[in-house]
């Protein structure tokens, strides 16, 4: 959880990032020697860390083109590349993977032609995130592949552990879960050798999700058991939240509603505590259909309404009229066609409103009500 004092001196820090680039900027055009612009190139590397640690990526990515452009001034080939390769992932990180793919490809080339195959390697991993970015999942799939064999050419298991995630989480999103298991499995294993617990902890819930989708249950509960242990261990609190609601999913896929309630109120309490506002909304949203399953259907729509309110609090509409879909669901179901009317047609307002593809789910949904006498 995040205080006022931590945004304080996040606040302190960008400003003085942004009054140092402007130093920077203005000492370009003085500095004639390959030494002095290698210098300021290598500040402005610095700096577009800082900014994308800050968030503020549009400085980021500024700070990464201009450093690449000094070192192309200069004849530095593979500090050039470097600056491509950091100005790929920052725009990854800014919602703009078609810039990403134009500068890591890039980059890509660059790293080849002075032989760094670790820096090729960043650029197809990086290159591939890009790729999935934009729906190019069979491509995203080759270029993981090829970093891969990079990463285990020269040694690197921490790239070659996330690569097979990102391999396993594709996989899955393309519904070959055969393939997601194993790659999953594989990347946990990895991490596990390189002692990585969090990220081994991450990929197990991964791994416990895709054994979920084949309905593999015990195997999945297993998993995502380990990585409660885990994340318990490591006090990754948002963690936990997350691994107690897949557990819980795979319950509820059971129809095991005594758990997953138990298990959804020890999410629901941890979130509270943290202040996580998104997170609790999102718990209070799956309680409500948990709750109204074993039977206990007024503390269900309770929490349903709780969870649009929270929604709307903070902002999130899309949120807001997926929980009044639900509410509605429920009231359909304990012949209350007026009240589930009431709650479908305010969700479809709020979705049409931001054009949310949602929204036909919602008609779908409407329809199943009988028709208005």
């Known amino acids: ?15 003085n990032a942004v009054e140092t680039l402007e130093d920077v900027m203005h000492a370009i055009p003085a500095a004639e020697t390959a030494d002095a612009r290698a210098d300021l190139a290598a500040q402005l590397i610095e700096l577009g860390r800082d900014f994308e640690w800050q968030d503020d990526h549009d400085r980021a990515m500024g700070c990464y083109a201009q450093a690449a452009g000094l070192f192309r001034d200069i004849g530095e080939v593979g500090s050039e590349a470097d600056a491509l390769g950091m100005l790929g992932r920052a725009a990854e990180g800014a919602g703009q993977p078609e810039r ?11 790293h080849r ?33 090829e970093a891969r064999s990079l990463h285990v050419a020269v040694g690197d298991r921490d790239a ?28 946990a294993a990895l991490m596990r050798e390189v002692g990585d617990h969090a990220r081994e902890a991450v990929t197990l819930r991964s791994l416990g999700e895709t054994l979920a989708a084949r309905q593999e249950w015990e195997d999945a509960l297993a998993a995502l058991e380990r990585a409660l242990t885990l994340h318990t261990r490591l006090d990754a609190r948002d963690e936990i939240v997350l691994d107690l609601r897949a557990v819980a999913f795979v319950h509820m896929q059971r129809e095991a509603w005594a758990e997953a309630v138990n298990l959804l109120e020890q999410a629901l309490a941890l979130a509270n505590e943290e202040g996580d506002h998104p997170a609790e909304a999102d718990v209070l949203g799956e309680l409500g259909p948990a709750y109204a399953e074993s039977g206990q259907v007024e503390r269900g729509l309770a929490c349903l309404e709780a969870a ?6 903070i902002g999130d509409t899309e949120g807001q009229a997926i929980h009044e879909m639900n509410r509605a669901v429920v ?20 979705l049409e409103a931001i054009d949310s593809p949602f929204a036909e789910q919602a008609h779908a949904l409407a329809a199943t009500l009988p028709p208005v006498e």
């Open 331 to 350: 009231l359909r179901d304990q012949n209350d066609p007026e009240g589930a009317r009431a709650a479908i047609t305010a969700a479809l307002e709020r």
């Open 113 to 145: 032609a002075a032989g760094d195959r670790a820096g090729e390697g960043a650029d197809l991993g990086n290159l591939a995130n890009a790729l999935v970015s934009l729906g190019h999942a069979a491509e995203a799939i080759q270029r993981y592949e």
């Open 100 to 110: 990403a793919v134009a500068s890591l490809e890039q980059a890509l080339v660059l």
């Open 308 to 313: 649009a309110a929270l929604a709307e609090t």
């Open 160 to 187: 070659e552990a996330s690569d097979l995630g990102n391999l396993g989480s594709l996989y899955h999103e393309q519904g070959d879960l055969a393939r997601a298991v194993d790659h999953h499995q594989r990347a």
């Open 1 to 15: 959880m995040r205080h006022d004092d931590d945004r304080d001196d996040d606040e302190l820090s960008h400003a």
